[in-house]
């Protein structure tokens, strides 16, 4: 089942134009990858999917249902919530800084299932748990947290819904290089334990290789290369996604001399 298609998506901000003609779709349980430079116009495609920003062209459909512009009611918006969350980049900005994680995440439970008190801290704990944290998480600040921690909390409150699609971007661009792999691990288990799908949208394409089936890469708003992840970065057709490649040397993985000059 395809859960989100996206047709000839264009933005546009006064003359410039942030996005233009670009198409994708997303599969049950695929995880799609967004890649490009900064200034790419990933975010933009991010905040569309999420109804934060309305295309200037194009047409959004999630699970089958097309996204039509203009206001909707507070119901259907909950509605929308729960077919498609996000995790941004900086967890520290996005997480209320006066907001313990564990009602970080009852906000999100108690939005969207109505639950007794018991059950909403059972359910509370049981989310801490299944992003590797525990219940002694759950009366922390934001501060009192590690970076790493803190996106754990960005995604236990994203999947606390059930969302068909789960949108990541630069979720992990903050964090250390191990740091970063442990959360990748974490979506990696939460992908395989149930029906989500994720557009994981990242300027890094060896982080990329680990967590996406499919990409597509984007340079100055437009699509310029799209394919599985893996032959993008054996065999890269556009100068532009050599560049990308060429600009994240990283330990264990690096392209060979030949992958590179070819
Ligand atoms: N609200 C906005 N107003 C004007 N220009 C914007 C706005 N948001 C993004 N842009 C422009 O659109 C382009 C794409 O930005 P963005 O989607 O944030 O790229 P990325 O996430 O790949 O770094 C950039 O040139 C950016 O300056
Ligand atoms: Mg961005």
Redo the contacts with the bound molecule.
């Keep these: 089942m395809t859960v989100i298609t996206a047709e000839g998506l264009h933005k546009t901000?006064g003359e410039?134009v942030?996005v233009r003609d670009v198409s994708f779709t997303v599969e049950e349980g695929e995880s799609l990858a967004v890649v490009?430079e900064?200034?790419?116009?990933?975010?933009?495609i991010a905040r569309m999917l999420l109804g934060l920003e309305m295309p200037t062209g194009g047409s959004i459909t999630v699970c089958g249902r097309p996204r039509t512009p203009g206001r909707v009611s507070s119901k259907e918006r909950r509605r929308r919530a729960r077919e498609i969350q996000i995790v941004f980049q900086d967890p520290y900005s996005s997480l209320d800084k006066l907001q313990r994680a564990g009602d970080v995440i009852g906000t999100s439970l108690s939005l969207h299932f109505s639950l007794t008190p018991a059950d909403l801290r059972r359910r509370t704990v049981e989310l801490l748990e299944s992003v590797g944290l525990g219940e002694r998480h759950a009366d922390m600040l934001p501060r009192q947290l590690s970076g790493g921690q803190r996106q754990r909390v960005a995604i236990a409150r994203a999947i606390a819904v059930q969302p068909r699609v789960l949108v990541l971007d630069e979720a992990v661009a903050a964090l250390d290089v191990s740091i970063q792999a442990q959360i990748l691990n974490l979506l990696a288990d939460i992908r395989e334990r149930g029906e989500i799908s994720y557009v994981f949208i990242s300027h890094d394409l060896a982080v990329v290789n680990q967590i996406s089936d499919t990409a597509i890469v984007?340079h100055r708003?437009e699509v310029v290369e799209r394919g599985p992840t893996a032959d993008l970065l054996r065999a890269p057709a556009e100068p532009y996604t050599r560049a990308l490649l060429a600009a994240v040397p990283r330990p264990g993985w690096t392209p060979t001399r030949r992958e590179r000059s070819s």
């Design positions: 901000y410039a942030a490009g900064s200034g790419s116009g990933k975010t933009t984007m708003g």
